[in-house]
């Protein structure tokens, strides 16, 4: 009876680990291509500048976040964003996540 439990115990945290590493999974280098688009108001190196938040070492998983969210808002961001697959964000993000803040 034990042992069951502990078994399912087990595979609902292997399930949850998975899940965390899929979220942060994503392509840096496919990322950079596409941050070409994102380069002319956020920066080449993703500093921003006062017009423009900073994105260069964003955490990941809070960058899908913020990027989903601006879908079909009305901020200036939607543009950028709906034509973005979840891939392309989850790269995106990555890439981002490589180039180090202020
Ligand atoms: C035409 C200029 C422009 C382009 C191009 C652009 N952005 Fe933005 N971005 C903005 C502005 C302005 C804001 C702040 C407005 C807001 O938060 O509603 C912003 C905010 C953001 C934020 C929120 C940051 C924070 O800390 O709140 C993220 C993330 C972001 N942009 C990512 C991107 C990505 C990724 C791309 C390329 C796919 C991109 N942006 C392209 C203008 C732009």
């Known amino acids: 009876m034990f042992t069951k439990k502990l078994i399912i115990a087990m595979m ?3 399930m949850l680990a998975a899940g965390s590493v899929q979220a942060g999974h994503g392509d ?31 955490d990941a998983a ?7 969210n601006f879908k079909g ?3 200036e961001m939607a543009d950028y ?3 973005l697959s979840e891939q392309d ?3 995106i ?10």
Do not use: Q
């Open 62 to 68: 809070a960058h899908i976040e913020m990027l989903n």
């Open 28 to 58: 840096a280098t496919r990322g950079a291509e596409l941050a070409a688009d994102c380069a002319d108001c956020h920066g080449d190196d993703g500093l921003g500048d006062e017009d423009y938040p900073a994105l260069a070492g964003l």
């Open 73 to 75: 808002s009305d901020s």
């Open 89 to 91: 964000i989850h790269d």
């Open 81 to 83: 964003v709906e034509d």
């Open 93 to 102: 993000a990555a890439y981002y996540a490589t180039l180090s803040g202020k």
């Open 12 to 14: 609902f945290i292997l």
